[in-house]
């Protein structure tokens, strides 16, 4: 078959891989100038900084990938361990050095609170339960209720109606610890307070298997995934903004896609890997999509955004990890002035990025490259991000200096940041969201735009809008999820999928 992949995201990197092994023509078309789409890399000045996503996990899932051109993983990209996972820092000064250590957690949380050590206790064994129902699902179809219906007793017996905070509160008191034992939804998108406990099990995924790095940048590991691509056959397509989505004349079929430029690319299938709502309402026509409506799609919630400061800085600051989450005076509360109020808070919490401190060669020699992150409301409320944009960026580089980095601004020698409008912009994002559909219970499975349209059958999607969601594990199985959808067989696996049993 002839396929044309829209978007190089790590889902349509995965799902072209996929196809390309089977056997299939696969054509990826990139809109911007390098593959990654929202984990592009900016280059700038001496620095090499990851637009997107820096948190890797599941290492299975890229070994599977690697394994389809018959070489092992290190021959692309170099994985290597984190330690700490993140340092979780808080207003009062006090820090949480989480790592895959299981006695060093247990001494931490008898540090913060001896009478939470019980808890987190049985908080780690519906952690590890929530995994073995939840993760053979993420690379599952769910298209029919029939599917739904399969999970749902599994679904109910691990409470998955309950939010990550619902859960980490019910088994823990000290309110540090719990922010430091549901926070993880912000990573892919989520309100923690909105968020099914079913995102639980990314603390059981990060315990057995790490969290990892790609030496160069995640940049790295999107180069090898093209590579690794073309090394099958594949083509990919750069500079090539797809405007339209072809139809069959008389038949609800898909028939390749016209460029921007106005060439067309014939294709038996297609699969996008872009923004679902931006993709319906852009490249097909109302009436050829009655399952997504334009009343539904404004029906559906958003994840939320992200402002995000890129910088280098002359001097190095040894005492800052890899991954700092920075914790504000406020945490439902903010999350609320987020996700449901969409307004931007005084305050906020932030993710600080110092990958120099793995892999020095992606700043100068003496230098550290960064950036930091605040979640932000989307688009769909009402911020004058041309007013705010300076004065939020001088708010929180003053605040990194005042707290954590002494002379930051005067040891900046780089900067560039991105807000909303650079997901709606140039990544073509509804309403400028930055993971996709919130994770809801009623945004998920089934209730999830599904991997294939109900309405034109030989439409695909992968990426975070549809099942499973975001985040590499979900955006990688659902490239996996259309691969098999669409069929043909790909060559054997050399890296098998490991036992999902507790560990």
């Known amino acids: 078959m002839r396929i044309v992949v829209i978007g190089s995201g790590f889902g349509g990197l995965a799902a072209a891989i996929r196809l390309q092994a089977q056997g299939h023509a696969v054509t990826l078309v990139e809109k911007l100038d390098k593959p990654g789409g929202r984990a592009y890399v900016f280059e700038q000045d001496g620095f090499t900084f990851d637009a997107g996503p820096t948190i890797i996990t599941a290492p299975w899932l890229i070994d599977e990938l690697f394994a389809l051109t018959g070489r092992p993983t290190d021959d692309y990209v170099k994985l290597v361990p984190l330690d700490p996972f993140y340092n979780i820092r808080f207003e009062d000064g006090s820090v949480f050095h989480y790592n895959g250590d299981k006695d060093d957690l247990i001494r931490q949380v008898g540090a913060f609170n001896p009478d939470d050590v ?22 599952k179809p769910f298209l029919t209720l029939g599917s739904m219906a399969r999970a749902l007793p599994d679904l109910v017996r691990t409470r998955a109606d309950k939010s990550v905070a619902a859960l980490a509160e019910q088994h823990i008191r000290d309110p540090r610890l719990r922010q430091v034992f549901s926070f993880h939804p912000l990573l892919v998108g989520g309100n ?65 896609v016209r ?107 003496g230098h550290d490259c960064w950036y930091v992150l605040s979640p932000v409301p989307h688009l769909g409320g009402a911020v004058d991000w041309e007013a705010a944009a300076p004065r939020y960026r001088d708010r929180i580089m ?18 560039r940041r991105v807000d909303p409008r650079y997901f709606a912009d140039r990544l073509n994002s509804f309403k400028g969201n930055a ?10 499975a089934y209730m999830r735009p599904h991997n294939v349209s109900p309405d034109i059958p030989n439409l695909y ?31 054997p696996r050399r890296a098998p999928t490991p036992a999902l049993q507790p560990g």
């Open 259 to 365: 460029l921007a430029d106005g060439e067309r690319l014939a294709a038996d299938a297609v699969v996008c890997n872009g923004d679902v709502i931006e993709a319906h309402r852009r490249l097909l026509p109302a009436a050829a999509r009655p399952s997504m409506s334009d009343g539904r799609m404004e029906r559906l919630r958003l994840s939320m955004s992200l402002f995000v400061i890129y910088f280098g800085t002359n001097r190095q600051y040894p005492d800052i990890a890899h991954h700092e989450i920075l914790m504000g005076p406020r945490y439902r509360e903010l999350l609320e002035d987020i996700f449901e109020r969409k307004v931007l808070a005084d305050d906020f919490s932030l993710y600080l990025h110092r990958p120099t401190a793995t892999d020095p060669s992606l700043a100068p020699p």
């Open 118 to 139: 019980a808890g987190y206790l049985r908080f780690r064994e519906k952690a590890w339960e929530i995994f073995n129902v939840g993760m053979p699902l993420i690379d």
């Open 398 to 415: 003053q605040y990194l200096e005042d707290r954590y980095l002494p002379g930051l601004q005067a040891s900046i020698v780089t900067e």
């Open 192 to 256: 923690p307070y909105r968020a099914s406990s079913m995102y639980a099990l990314i603390h059981k995924l990060e315990q057995q298997w790490g969290v990892l790095f790609a030496m160069g940048g995640t940049g790295a590991l999107v180069r090898g995934f093209v590579q690794a691509f073309e090394d099958l056959g594949g083509t990919i397509r750069y500079d090539s903004e797809v405007a339209e989505i072809l139809l069959a004349p008389g038949a609800r079929r898909a028939a390749g």
């Open 461 to 491: 999607f992968c990426g975070a809008g549809t099942h499973p969601g975001a985040g590499l594990p979900g955006v990688i199985s659902s490239g996996k999820i259309v691969a098999e959808l669409i069929g043909g067989a790909a060559a």
């Open 435 to 444: 993971f996709g559909l919130e994770p809801v219970l009623t945004q998920s």
